[in-house]
């Protein structure tokens, strides 16, 4: 048994306002924005099969399915067309990719995978984030920005000036940014942790059944909790109103106004401490965010700006070829393909899911019993 380990690179020029979709069921997904006017994906495959051509029948059927279009580029992994969702498996061969992309900043990103992860950087265009288990993780974004996930917690670090919808199960949610210009977060039973400047023109609020939510202001702001047996508390000067299940506080001017509706969790009100306030985000400024606007659109519409000349669009690629490639073999790895019985039930819940066979609450409790 050996290991067949191999980087693969294609480069695709979408505009500086394009859009980018890529769908997988397991792996980790990353993307980062640049200045440059083309799309840059590396895939880097390990693939245990028993000699070296076998590895490479496997390879083959099992490479990344790559739709290029005018000013798009699309990216989903062959299991997730197979009918039967079974494991990426073929012929004996395992085959496990991870998938990292380089786009230009205001790219239009529709991510969805399974049990994967989720880390993106340096980007303003409207984002869409999605996955059932995994984790997403998010720094220096702008603009309008839709995560959610079932298990897997949402963390957003050094944001520019952001409208934001997260919504999460059992996971945490935990923003740091800027600017917020319109917040929309949701949780069962996670914690919530906000840090920033909320403008007062937007929409801000917070839900959660047993989770608690704690706002770092960088700015004025009026907090209100409704709950049923929860409470509001603050660490910095306030003016506390109400009582019996609603209650008011309002920081320096309360300009911003801020929701927050829980069962039993707890709202807590926290000074600013050093390292809160961001400075300078690492993305570029994004656009003025309209108010009106909701967050992230679920699907991208293809970009008119920046049009690509149809003579420079390659071929629909489904399967195709890299422009370049790096592999290793390492022949000397003994012992039998190895299985991971969590993995499978884990693929086993998401299937089940998938189908509509269980609800979103049971898939999250049984995804947290495959992790103990």
């Not at 670090?157 to 935990?174: F, H, Q, W």
């Not at 709202?267 to 809160?276: E, M, N, S, T």
């Not at 998401?350 to 979103?360: C, D, K, N, S, Y």
Request: aromatic share 4%; glycine share 10%; hydrophobic share 35%.
């Amino acid at each position: 048994m050996g290991t067949l380990e191999r980087t693969e690179t294609l480069t695709h020029r979408i505009g500086k306002s394009g859009w980018v979709s890529v769908k997988t069921l397991t792996g980790t997904l990353r993307i980062r924005g640049t200045e440059s006017d083309e799309a840059c994906l590396v895939v880097t495959y390990r693939i245990r099969a028993a000699d070296h051509a076998a590895a490479e029948r496997a390879l083959e059927t099992g490479r990344v399915i790559v739709d290029r279009g005018p000013g798009s580029l699309e990216v989903e992994t062959p299991e997730r067309r197979l009918a039967t969702g079974l494991a990426w498996l073929f012929s004996g061969a395992r085959v496990r990719a991870s998938i990292s992309l380089d786009v230009p900043w205001g790219t239009k990103i529709k991510y969805e995978t399974m049990s994967g992860s989720i880390e993106a950087i340096a980007l303003v265009g409207d984002q869409r984030y999605r996955t059932v288990s995994g984790d997403i993780r998010l720094w220096s974004l702008g603009g309008l920005v839709d995560a959610g996930s079932i298990s897997g917690s949402i963390s957003l670090d050094r944001g520019g000036d952001v409208r934001l919808r997260a919504n999460t199960v059992s996971g945490a949610i935990k923003v740091r940014a800027r600017r917020l210009y319109g917040t929309s977060l949701s949780t069962t039973s996670g914690s919530i942790a906000i840090v920033g400047a909320l403008e007062s023109s937007g929409d801000h609020r917070a839900e959660s059944i047993s989770g608690n939510v704690d706002l770092t202001p960088l700015n004025g702001v009026t907090a209100e909790l409704r709950a049923i047996s929860g409470s509001i508390t603050s660490n910095i000067e306030h003016r506390l109103e109400g009582g019996r299940g609603s209650w008011r506080s309002r920081v320096g001017d309360g300009a911003a106004y801020f929701k927050v509706n829980t069962t039993s969790g707890r709202l807590r009100i926290l000074a600013v401490r050093p390292g809160d306030e961001v400075v300078m985000a690492t993305a570029p400024a994004a656009a003025p965010v309209p108010p009106a606007q909701p967050a992230a659109s679920a699907e991208p519409t293809v970009p008119t700006e920046d049009p690509v000349a149809e003579s420079e669009i390659p071929q629909t690629a489904a399967g195709a070829a890299p422009q370049q490639s790096e592999e290793t073999w390492d022949p000397n790895e003994s012992g039998e393909l190895e299985e991971d019985p969590a993995d499978d039930e884990e693929l086993a819940v998401l299937q089940a899911l998938e189908r509509g066979e269980i609800g979103v609450d049971e898939a999250a409790e049984r995804l947290e019993r495959v992790k103990r």
